[in-house]
């Protein structure tokens, strides 16, 4: 495939990166803002979700890493196979999370004094990268599966970073906030 059959591959995923770019932040907006018991659902709060979903942001930034290792090696087949899990990991964390804020009050922080500030900026750079990653994470994907793969080694240079920080930072703002769980 010449470089021109891979723009044209990459182009018939745009409308779909920019759609999916808007829905899933403003989706998890909505989802968050609603409670199942406001609807006369009788469904018990799923407070035993937030370790889960940590746990699982954790093995996303391993496996991240792992991934960008085997690259490095030349093994282009399991990079391809950890990314595709990762992408997994990240759709199952979203769905844990808006399950636990649909049937959950949201825990507050306790935490006083200098380690307030930093949880908080903590959690608003983690909240605002884990929407900006979305479009990297699926332009990137969109140009390794359309076989661009100078065009995909480029934007994975910004779009590593930034998912391996969402991913970290979910791991440290859970353990931040988990003792005020109720």
Do not use: C
Request: zero cysteines; aromatic letters at 14%.
């Amino acid at each position: 495939m010449n470089s021109q059959e891979n723009l044209q591959n990459e182009k018939k995923y745009n409308k779909w990166i920019v759609i999916l770019s808007i829905v899933i932040p403003l989706a998890v907006a909505a989802l968050f803002g609603i409670k199942l018991k406001d609807f006369g659902l009788n469904i018990e709060p799923l407070t035993f979700l937030p370790p889960i979903y940590a746990f699982i942001n954790g093995i996303t930034a391993i496996v991240l890493i792992v991934a960008v290792i085997q690259i490095k090696k030349g093994n282009r087949a399991l990079h391809e196979k950890l990314m595709k899990f990762a992408i997994t990991l990240s759709v199952l964390f979203l769905l844990l999370y808006i399950a636990y804020h649909m049937t959950s009050d949201s825990t507050k922080f306790g935490g006083e004094g200098v380690i307030s500030y930093v949880y908080y900026f903590i959690l608003i750079t983690h909240i605002i990268l884990s929407i900006a990653v979305i479009p990297f994470v699926l332009i990137t994907y969109v140009r390794a599966i359309s076989n661009n793969f100078q065009r995909h080694k480029k934007i994975a240079r910004i779009t590593y970073p930034l998912w391996l920080y969402v991913a970290v930072t979910g791991v440290i703002v859970y353990l931040m906030i988990a003792p005020y769980y109720v």
